[in-house]
């Protein structure tokens, strides 16, 4: 009881003017301190309120809509770099020697397999402006596929989550969002397992044309595909025909990427099962009585179900003593009356007096 005197005669008024992540918690939760079975119906209540439910309507739509944006804008880089190859290429076919087919199919091939850094060496620049020429393309072909298609990869695989997530439980009937919500749970599994049946479906179809189409044999067109979508690029054996290079144009663009994004969904697959280990660890080990001292942030000796949360996210490393200093630092100015809850009338006040005058 002592203790508990000791702690109301402080005056919060007057903070000292750096203050630890405990005593900033202590300002906050020694004024009100409700039962268990208040606040979780409390907590309940909120988290199922129709305003709750309409905010992440509105958030799930910008994130559509935002997605959209970025697919749109990747279909225009992308038409620009290609048009402006071509236009250029055009003008400097003469001094670009190799095996030819059409002027303008040759432009767009040569521009995707510099893009892709496959490099064949089918298509050879000859003069010092056709080399500049491809100094610029690949350069600046690099740097679409890493800061821009990537964009457009995440929203395909992305629409491919949900088609697979159908697909599993194609017998049992599944509103939309409950179907997000698995996408969500198993995300990077979901985009794992979409990437290499993508890949595994681009091989195929790569054997498959180089056998028809290019008159290679089943092993050659293997070899082939696998020296293209990992750029590469022997140049024994590639694409020679107009309908060859035009379904290049296109098949080694999407197939060196989708390899890329496997190698990358397959590394963040290893991470997050990392950190969901060391989760479910933080989350069984036993507790002793120096973690419940550490959790004790306001020292009366006993842990809330609000200081059990917050040791355990730290124990996560989900958030950090400098996080928690922020957020009890904008409650601490959101709360004008220092009730240690916040009303719609602090929020009034705050509003008020942050409006200009």
């Not at 088609?163 to 409950?178: F, P």
Request: some cysteine; glycine content about 4%.
């Amino acid at each position: 009881m002592s203790n508990n005197n000791a702690t109301t005669a402080e005056d919060p008024l007057l903070p000292p003017p750096k203050r630890s992540v405990e005593s900033l918690y202590h300002i906050v939760m020694k004024r009100r301190r409700p039962s268990s079975t208040s606040s979780n119906a409390l907590i309940h209540q909120k988290f199922h309120s129709n305003k709750d439910h309409q905010h992440d309507d509105e958030l799930e739509f910008l994130a559509a809509a935002q997605k959209k944006l970025n697919v749109k804008t990747v279909l225009i880089f992308l038409t620009a770099y290609i048009s402006t190859g071509v236009v250029s290429l055009c003008i400097v076919r003469d001094q670009i020697s190799g095996n030819k087919t059409n002027q303008v199919l040759d432009a767009i091939y040569f521009c995707v397999v510099t893009m892709t850094t496959v490099g064949y060496g089918d298509l050879v620049p000859q003069s010092k402006l056709a080399k500049l020429l491809a100094c610029i393309l690949v350069f600046a072909g690099m740097a679409l596929v890493g800061f821009v298609l990537s964009n457009a990869a995440d929203y395909i695989l992305e629409k491919q989550e949900i088609l697979l997530v159908k697909a599993t439980h194609l017998r049992k009937k599944y509103q939309q969002d409950e179907i997000l919500k698995d996408v969500e749970a198993y995300k990077t599994e979901y985009k794992f397992i979409a990437a290499l049946g993508l890949l595994v479906f681009l091989i195929i179809i790569g054997v498959v044309f180089l056998h028809k189409v290019e008159d290679l044999s089943v092993f050659d067109a293997l070899y082939c595909v696998c020296a293209t979508i990992t750029t590469l690029g022997y140049g024994d054996k590639s694409f020679s025909t107009k309908m060859g290079r035009l379904f290049a144009s296109f098949w080694i663009l999407i197939s060196t990427l989708c390899l890329a994004q496997v190698f990358y969904y397959l590394a963040e697959l290893y991470t997050e099962r990392r950190r969901k280990s060391f989760i479910r660890w933080v989350l069984s080990k036993k507790m002793t009585v120096t973690d419940l001292e550490a959790a004790d942030l306001d020292h009366d000796s006993a842990v809330s179900a609000a200081e059990f949360i917050l040791y355990k996210l730290k124990e996560m490393g989900k958030i950090s003593d400098e996080d928690i200093g922020m957020v009890m630092e904008q409650f601490r100015n959101l709360d004008i009356d220092q009730s240690g809850t916040l009303t719609k009338s602090d929020i009034v006040q705050t509003s008020s007096s942050d409006s200009p005058r």
